[in-house]
């Protein structure tokens, strides 16, 4: 097991879910409730000292009980590693905590995912949508239930032929 | 008079003033500016709500999103072959890093070993479009804060590596050269020759933009002391390249995490004092330098070889072949409608384009088209820092803020 995860886990008495590596990748998962204890972790242990964050990121995974994985990637730039840090939410209630207040850079990357996938970030200072329109109700594009086409104000033109897809 | 507007400020007259009766009670309030989507600084669509005191900036809201095409969605609809043009689109000035960014995100995914030649070709064609951007990025800031005639040099000089990509690819901006696990096509002598005479031209040329902007006064006023940004903030921020590397943290991924002919090249990274615009600038300019560097060094350790992996499941054969020999049309056809079979799993791969971290993360699920793709676009990530760089700033600094960071929006609203 990976030096990375080894320490996670050790610190977590429960919540730690699984830990993968794949491709020199290293990706730890958490439940939702220990997922800012051990943001704060990874951010502040001199061990640790993830002061970057890469992106944040989420995938849907229709089928599955808790819909949504959420993902964050953080690198650490005095000591050259990275880390990806994965927590799921079910659709009935998809809230995870904000990390804003660690990385002030989890703003817009967080507005984005809410955007995108529909998951709200509890303590975020500014929820709002960022690449949609502010009035846009049509639900979260990223989903996979959100068609690729036919949605919307293009579906109404009985000029056009249907498309098959 | 009581305004419950908490914005208002009322300055009242002393009172023990005898005209103050007469005197009406002065009001002063912020003022709500909306600047863009159509401004030509903006360098695209893109909105900024700024709240002014006078013309102090106190906040600023960006709104994103006008260029908002839905390229992740869209990913997740094609195979992998067919996502690489639409990389080009994202940053569309140098649509050549993204290419690169993109298949070395998929070589990780499938464990590609890409052939020696392909990896100095493409460091060499990844540096020529970090010239082209850099000199895009000096000639439109010079020119949106007042030194014109940076401009048309800049522009001169990236017509010539503009043409050279036309001879190289046949497109100048939406190139596609980049395959997953080589490249498209190999240099020609003629490109060799041009590219060669433009790394002995091009040098002077250099100082010649630095003599420009460095005598002209309007532009040292409005690069130095503005837009600051501490390393600390910078680095929480997420931001990257120069505007990470203008406030004095060394990162850089073709050193920290060496991929293509970096590793074999000697380059230096520039790296800044103060983190205002002019620091920045003058990490781009140096930059220039050290892409020519690079440039002459690949173009004297690369040898001849295979230009393309050869792994037929994954990798495009070589176009003659194509029309020439039924397997590897089929394969071609096959290639492009169904895609290879990609194992399940995740992969995170950054690549250090000109304007900084360009990542793409990839989920798959096994067979031909990305489960999910996420893009991580530095303009964007740049953009979150436009509010808590811009505070205090005159409202003419927020053009300067625009162009420090180098934004396009194509790549960040996707």
């Not at chain 2, 490249?183 to 020609?188: A, H, I």
């Not at chain 2, 460095?214 to 680095?235: F, H, P, Y």
């Not at chain 2, 620091?279 to 350790?301: F, G, N, P």
Request: proline fraction near 5%; aromatic fraction near 12%; glycine fraction near 8%.
């Amino acid at each position: 097991m990976h030096q990375l995860v080894k320490r996670v886990q050790e610190t977590l008495s429960v919540g730690f879910v699984g830990a993968t590596e794949w491709r020199g990748d290293v990706a730890v998962t958490v439940t939702r409730e220990k997922l800012h204890e051990v943001a704060q972790f990874l951010h502040d242990d001199p061990g640790m000292d993830f002061d970057y964050i890469v992106h944040v990121s989420s995938v849907d995974w229709p089928d599955d009980e808790e819909r949504f994985e959420v993902v964050w990637e953080f690198y650490s730039i005095r000591k050259r590693h990275r880390i990806r840090l994965k927590t799921r939410v079910p659709e009935s209630d998809c809230i995870v905590d904000s990390l804003t207040d660690l990385w002030k850079g989890a703003d817009f990357m967080e507005r984005e995912v809410y955007d995108m996938m529909g998951i709200r970030f509890r303590n975020h200072p500014d929820l709002r949508r960022i690449l949609m329109p502010d009035d846009y109700t049509e639900g979260y594009p990223l989903r996979k239930d959100f068609p690729l086409r036919g949605k919307g104000w293009r579906d109404t033109f009985d000029f056009l032929d249907e498309v098959p897809r | 008079m009581a305004f419950e507007d908490q914005r208002t400020t009322v300055y009242k007259v002393n009172p023990e003033h005898p005209e103050s009766e007469t005197l009406p009670t002065l009001r002063t309030e912020e003022l709500l500016l909306n600047m863009g989507p159509q401004h030509p600084s903006t360098h695209g669509v893109l909105k900024v709500i700024l709240e002014l005191e006078g013309e102090r900036l106190v906040k600023s809201m960006p709104v994103l999103g006008f260029l908002h095409r839905g390229v992740e969605k869209l990913a997740e609809d094609g195979t992998y072959h067919q996502f690489i043009p639409h990389t080009d689109r994202l940053d569309y000035v140098c649509a050549m890093y993204n290419n690169f960014a993109y298949c070395r995100a998929v070589e990780k995914l499938m464990n590609l070993q890409v052939p020696e030649r392909a990896e100095y070709l493409r460091t060499i064609v990844a540096e020529v479009q970090r010239i082209i951007g850099h000199q895009f990025w000096l000639g439109t800031q010079a020119l949106d804060i007042g030194a014109m005639t940076v401009f048309f040099y800049c522009f001169r000089d990236r017509e010539i590596l503009l043409d050279w990509f036309d001879e190289l690819c046949g497109a100048r901006l939406t190139t596609s050269w980049y395959r997953i696990g080589g490249v498209e096509r190999d240099l020609t002598p003629s490109l060799l020759d041009k590219l060669k005479q433009f790394l002995d031209y091009f040098p002077p040329k250099i100082d010649e933009y630095i003599v420009f902007l460095e005598t002209n006064r309007i532009w040292l006023a409005r690069t130095k002391g503005v837009a600051v940004i501490s390393a600390e903030d910078a680095v929480s921020f997420g931001l990257s390249g120069p505007t990470l590397r203008g406030s004095g943290v060394d990162y850089d991924l073709r050193k920290y995490e060496p991929y293509g002919a970096y590793p074999k090249c000697e380059f230096s990274v520039p790296v800044g004092k103060n983190g205002d615009t002019y620091d920045r600038y003058w990490i781009r300019v140096m930059e220039l330098y050290e892409s020519v560097k690079i440039i002459r060094q690949c173009l004297e350790q690369m040898q001849e070889g295979p230009i393309m992996a050869d792994v037929p499941s994954v990798t495009l054969p070589p176009k003659e072949r194509v029309f020439t020999n039924l397997e590897s049309m089929i394969q071609q056809f096959k290639l492009f409608s169904q895609g290879f079979n990609a194992p399940p799993g995740e992969i995170y791969c950054g690549t250090e384009a000109h304007k900084g971290e360009l990542g793409f993360y990839i989920v798959s699920t096994g067979g031909g088209k990305p489960y999910r793709m996420k893009i991580r676009a530095p303009s964007f990530i740049h953009m979150g820092a436009f509010d808590y760089m811009s505070r205090g700033y005159m409202i003419a600094d927020a053009i300067t803020l625009f162009g420090t960071y180098d934004i396009v929006m194509g790549e960040c609203d996707r």
